[in-house]
């Protein structure tokens, strides 16, 4: 059976840790043999320090995400690089951009954004770990940023939603397009043209778990690593190439663009 990688997974969420150790076994049998475990907030570095050490083949992502800048700290910025000096994790993130509506609500101004965001591109250049990006309505300024920063170690831009144009503006730029469970979505339509249209090299998958519910399955319930073969059958579904090609370029992909062994 083909292996996968799923390249966003919140691995150290109560609501996936409950689901423990049959969760993992899981994930195995539907052939998901890595996980990338990105961060949120400095308060949780440590529980997910602690829980990708206990397996080599979950992979440890530290970063600010942008949803809580406004509770950001220069002492987490520090944090975040002796965590990185002490741990080896394989990317900075996720960081990036959310423009969405809602988030001026939170308290959350773009400004304050982009002050965290910057300094996390230099965080990353400093060690030279690629990133992982959350990015809503934002994909012009995030690009533009990352272009007037000479962002030069790629990554991830994960739940990418936009078009082909910003798409290929971040795939020059050395990052894959990560595609989750909204794939499933019949009514996800450009998104579905958009994965028809990138080149297969450019695309990983990921589940977002336990965020981003798959498409008909219970919404009060965690979505899992394991159901990310459904999102590798609704490429195939999709796109010329076979289940077994999409599945053993997209594990490449995020192996070469997160530098995994
Ligand atoms: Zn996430």
């Known amino acids: 059976m083909h292996q996968l990688i799923d390249s966003h997974c919140h691995w150290d969420h109560p609501r996936l840790q409950n689901l423990q150790p049959d969760l993992w076994q899981s994930c195995l ?110 994909n012009d300024r995030l690009a533009q940023l990352l272009r007037r920063h000479a962002f030069a170690e790629g990554g991830i831009v994960h739940a990418f939603s936009g078009s082909q144009q910003q798409a290929q503006a971040f795939t020059k730029q050395g990052f894959k397009i990560g595609f989750g469970g909204t794939l499933t979505y019949e009514r996800a339509q450009a998104m579905q043209r958009l994965a028809i249209a990138l080149p297969l090299a450019d695309i990983v998958l990921e589940t977002d778990a336990p965020d981003m519910p798959m498409a008909g399955s219970d919404r009060s319930l965690p979505n899992r690593p394991d159901y990310l073969p459904r999102v590798l059958q609704q490429l195939a579904t999709l796109r010329p190439e076979s289940v077994e090609q999409i599945a053993k370029q997209t594990y490449t992909n995020t192996q070469q663009v997160l530098r995994l062994d």
């Open 29 to 138: 049998d539907q052939g998901v043999t890595q996980l990338i475990v990105p961060a949120t907030q400095a308060s949780h570095f440590q529980r997910q320090i602690t829980l990708c050490q206990l397996n080599p083949h979950w992979h440890l992502a530290l970063g600010l995400h942008p949803y809580f800048s406004h509770i950001h700290s220069s002492d987490h910025l520090q944090l975040l690089h002796q965590a990185i000096v002490a741990h080896k994790p394989v990317a900075v993130g996720e960081i990036g951009l959310d423009f969405s509506p809602d988030m001026s609500s939170k308290r959350c101004t773009q400004a304050e954004q982009e002050v965290w965001l910057l300094a996390q591109l230099d965080v990353a250049q400093e060690y030279r770990l690629p990133i992982i990006v959350h990015c809503r309505k934002a």
